[in-house]
Nanobody
Framework: QVQLVESGGGLVQAGGSLRLSCAAS????????IGWFRQAPGKAREGVLC????????TLQDSAKGRFTISRDNAKKTVDLQINRLQPEDTAVYYC????????????????WGQGTQVTVSS
């Protein structure tokens, strides 16, 4: 069975850092692009960064540049999202999605999704 599980979220003060992880199972992980999206209350799900199976990174939102870094380990079947200098506006549920293609720019382009991990940034 296909499964994506996010972890690493929590409560952190502004200026701190978090490293989120997405663990995959049940499909050919190395053939899939993995994207990180986030959704704040009352807002639409927005893309952050995406990485192809071969390691090419795509920025899904210009606002993600600078403080966000994506990486993958195909042997461990994991994709991480490093977030530095967290701001209150980063508060959201963070999701990872998988797609057999090349990093779709919209959330509905991904085949599989995890349940998300909550990131809360206090002032």
């Amino acid at each position: 069975q296909v499964q994506l599980v996010e972890s690493g979220g929590g409560l952190v003060q502004a200026g701190g850092s978090l490293r989120l992880s997405c663990a995959a199972s049940g499909f050919a992980f190395g053939d899939y692009s993995i994207g990180w999206f986030r959704q704040a209350p009352g807002k639409a799900r927005e893309g952050v960064l995406c990485i192809t199976g071969s390691g090419t990174v795509t920025t899904l939102q210009d606002s993600a540049k600078g403080r966000f870094t994506i990486s993958r380990d195909n042997a461990k079947k994991t994709v991480d999202l490093q977030i530095n200098r967290l701001q209150p506006e980063d508060t959201a549920v963070y999701y990872c999605g998988a797609d057999y293609g090349l990093c779709p720019g919209t959330y509905y382009g991904y085949e599989f999704w995890g349940q998300g991990t909550q990131v809360t940034v206090s002032s």
